[in-house]
């Protein structure tokens, strides 16, 4: 799966679309009398990554998807570059933020559940790099509500950073298992069951139980409790859960030093 990485258009342009309600729509000087507006061209976008995921982006389907002829959809957004900048941020707004509230610990599941929903409801954007995120308004207010669950606690400006870059970058990894495990089993005929029913014998020739024994033990636990090969969204939970005991644990060492 290739990466996509927001940020590489051309700076002015794209923050001026970013923030369009606040500085106003653009207005394209070229093409055909406007027929659409950039919101539209956005939620095409987004429609076209969810259906066939972010390969299949290209200005031509998104034009094809409003109707519009090719070349016209650059009167809203210069190019792709700029448009998925606008889709991270477009997505990131989707829902309103809620009143963070409760102990730090349940402040920073609801940090990371909704990093959790969001990829499961748009997995193209697993494939997106935001090593330079684009700084549009619902980012931004992501990013600020996000600090939020960690204000108060006596942590540097920076360990902010750092607390929240570690729990909604953790859920990456089991969100993509999660993806792939729904991929596989809309696209396979064959289940996790007759797949291993099927691959049994094989497996007990070769699979060793002097040499594999903490494996296989584990393996066969796992397997019976799962139903498949692993369980992504229980992945999710327990290394959450992990996460958030080790901020805990660092915050209380954090107040102590104070002390």
Do not use: C
């Not at 889709?87 to 933020?97: F, I, K």
């Not at 993806?179 to 497996?203: F, G, Q, Y």
Request: charged share 30%; glycine share 8%; no cysteine.
């Amino acid at each position: 799966m290739s990466t996509e990485h927001v940020g590489r258009g051309e700076p002015d342009r794209t923050l001026r679309l970013l923030w369009r309600d606040r500085l106003g729509e653009p207005v394209g000087s070229r093409g055909p009398k406007q027929r659409a507006s950039v919101d539209a061209v956005v939620d095409a976008a987004i429609a076209l990554a969810d259906a066939e995921g972010i390969e299949a982006l290209s200005m031509r389907r998104v034009a094809e998807r409003l109707g519009l002829r090719p070349m016209s959809v650059y009167t809203y957004v210069p190019g792709r570059a700029e448009l998925i900048d606008l889709m991270v941020d477009r997505v990131a707004g989707e829902q309103p933020l809620p009143e963070l509230g409760g102990s730090l610990r349940e402040r920073l599941e609801q940090v990371a559940r909704r990093a959790w929903n969001e990829y499961l409801r748009h997995p193209w954007l697993l494939s997106i790099d935001t090593s330079r995120p684009p700084l549009g308004p619902n980012v931004s207010d992501r990013w600020e509500w996000s600090l939020r669950a960690v204000e108060g606690l006596g942590l540097t400006d920076l360990d902010m950073d750092q607390v929240i870059t570690l729990v909604v970058g953790f859920v990456a990894a089991p969100a993509r298992a999660y993806v792939d495990a729904e991929r596989l089993r809309r696209t396979e005929t064959e289940s996790d069951d007759e797949w291993w029913e099927r691959n049994a014998p094989l497996l007990e020739q070769i699979m060793d139980p002097a040499r594999y024994a903490v494996s296989g033990r584990v393996g066969q636990a796992a397997g019976e409790e799962y139903g498949a090969p692993a369980d992504p969204e229980r992945a999710f939970q327990f290394g959450l859960a992990r996460v958030i005991d080790g901020v805990e644990a660092y915050v209380a060492a954090t107040a102590f030093e104070i002390r």
